[in-house]
């Protein structure tokens, strides 16, 4: 199979793309800053299976007009997209009060509104092969964090966004689930 992994340049995106190849699929996975570590992914996941086709891609999830022709590429490069991994996120971590516009809106739009645009523009590969795996990272405290109010909502709406994709398309092979690191 061929993965989409974003945020896969380090700490947990890092790892499933690195586990992805060992267990036999090719990888396509994004950063958005750090290039020299985006590489540094992709050179130890080819190094892990011979024939590894592993490529990482420059993407700001927030932007629908990048999501769109970085996953252009992908299709190029790849030829098809079987799973997406939205790992993608961040925090600005204050509390309600002193929370600003800015902090709201960030991290809400990384971590929720990037997904909405990923999933919006991979689902018609998907629909058209009538099978498609959508995973979307998600947090502990999706129910709640004190200082996190941000964050804890932009988790917990990507779990009623995961359950809406879940319901309009698992009639057409498509499966979308929520992981929480940290219960297992």
Known sequence: MIYFVTGGSRGIGANIVKEAVKAGHDVAFTFKSNEESAHQVAEEAQGLREGAKVRCYRLDVVDPAQVETVMD???DDFDDIHVVVNNAGITADNVLVS??????????????????????QVLTTMVGNRFGRIINISSLVASGGSGQANYSASKAGLHGLTRSIAKEYGRRGITANVICPGYF
């Open 99 to 120: 929370m600003s516009d800015e902090e709201w809106n960030d991290v809400i739009a990384t971590n929720l509104t990037g997904p909405f645009n990923v999933c919006r």
């Open 73 to 75: 590429t992908v299709l």
